[in-house]
Structures are given as C-alpha cells and as structure tokens.
C-alpha cells in the first residue's frame, strides 16, 4: 500500500534562513511524487512533482525538492525563507498503477521575521 | 488555466438535512474527479474517486449511501452529504484531473460544511 510521512508536525525558520520539510514515502515501483501548499481555508496549489528524470526539482515560488530514491524521501527546500511560506505543507504520492494521491498529515511551515 | 471550483464555500445546515457541493472545471475537461475530507490541523483524507459517467469509487470506510456523489458531466461533480450531523462537520475539498493527463490534479478551493 501506498503511504506517506511527514515527520515533522511543524517547522519553525527565520526568514532568509534555508528551509527543509521532509517527507518520506513508500509506494510499489516507482513514484510519482507531489508537493503542495494551503493556506487558511483555501484549496492546495501545486508547488512541483517529480515524475522521472532529474532528481533535484524545481517549483513554484523558489521551492525545490530532490528526489532519494535510496533513501525514499522527497525533501522539500528553499535556499531563504520568507514570511509569506507560512503555510500547511503537504506532501503526496501516487503509483504508476493508481490514480488518486495519498498525502502525508501535512506540516506547518511558520516563518518569523 | 486549469481552474476547479466548488460552491458554495461555506454552508451551514441543520442536523438531519441534507446539502449538495459542487465541484466545477471551469476551463477543460475533467474525465476524473476527487473527493477528499480534511479534519482541523489534518490531512486530506480521500473519500471517493469518480469518473465521469460512472459511478463513484468509495474508500474503504466511507459510506456511499451518505456521501453520494454524481459527475454526470465533464466538468461538474456533486458531493451530496445526506441526513448530515454534526460529525460530517469538515473542509470538504474536490481535485479533477483532465482528460488526456496522468499526474495532473487540480483542486479546488474546498467547502467548510459546518452541522449545528
């Protein structure tokens, strides 16, 4: 079965410092890979997915993610901060097979000036 | 492009009654639509899968007789939460998925049913 986790419930970073949330996932043959980000009562938006090809992916609004395929992690990061990140990260996979995404329990990136 | 919206955004309902959400694609075809839950501080739970034309996909646990879902058209999906109570109270977020595309979802701004 497919799964992810995010083992951090929140990550708290000073602006203009480097960012990581992590996520780790387990999935049969190969993933495919998501990352998105909510803010208050909204919907998700897309921040990037790795599918194939180059591990270190880049996204929406400086964040990137490398894909450790040994290590079965998606590591999202941004070289520095801003206040605006503060948000609900979600982290997601899918299986060649599948169709639906299977998020992580989210992590809440606070960011203080 | 690519926008989904659900409607309404917010509704409070009675306990007992029963309240339609919709989930439109506004600017293309979505052969594909999700349902997902999401509690306060919690994760996207995924309640249904369903394609158009067809009836719904239900994950394990969901009851399909409450939470009835139509997607009669390519670019409209309903969630019926039927004799609602107040466990039913969530943000009820729908995804799409264009046709054609394999890893694309699309979401949409979710709905915050509350049940008094």
């Known amino acids: 079965a497919q799964s992810v986790a995010q083992p951090e419930d929140q990550v708290n970073v000073a602006e203009g410092n480097p960012l990581t949330v992590k996520c780790t996932y387990s999935?049969?043959?190969?993933?495919?890979l998501f990352w998105y980000v909510q803010y208050p009562n909204r919907g998700l938006q897309f921040l990037l997915k790795?599918?194939?090809?180059?591990?270190l992916v880049k996204g929406s609004y400086g964040f990137e993610a490398e894909f450790n395929k040994s290590q079965t992690s998606f590591h999202l990061k941004k070289p520095s901060a801003l206040v605006s990140d503060s948000a609900l990260y979600f982290c997601?996979?899918?299986?060649?097979?599948?169709?639906?995404?299977?998020f992580g329990k989210g992590t809440t990136l606070s960011v203080s000036s | 492009g690519a926008v989904v919206s659900q409607h309404p955004s917010r509704v409070i309902c009675k306990s007992g009654t029963s309240v339609k959400i919709e989930c439109r694609s506004l600017d293309f075809q979505a052969t594909t639509m999700f349902w997902y839950r999401q509690f306060p501080k919690k994760s996207l739970m995924l309640m249904a899968t369903?394609?158009?034309?067809?009836?719904?996909?239900?994950e394990q646990g969901v009851e399909k007789d409450k939470f009835l879902i139509n997607h009669a058209s390519l670019t409209l999906s309903t969630l019926t939460v039927t004799s609602a109570h107040p466990e039913d109270s969530s943000f009820y977020i729908c995804?799409?998925?264009?046709?054609?595309?394999?890893?694309?979802?699309?979401f949409g701004p979710g709905t915050r049913l509350t049940v008094t």
């Open positions: 790795y599918i194939t090809g180059d591990n």
């Open positions: 369903s394609n158009e034309g067809s009836k719904a996909t239900y």
């Open positions: 995804s799409a998925r264009a046709a054609g595309q394999t890893y694309e979802q699309y």
């Open positions: 997601a996979v899918r299986d060649q097979a599948g169709t639906a995404l299977i």
């Open positions: 999935v049969s043959g190969n993933p495919y």
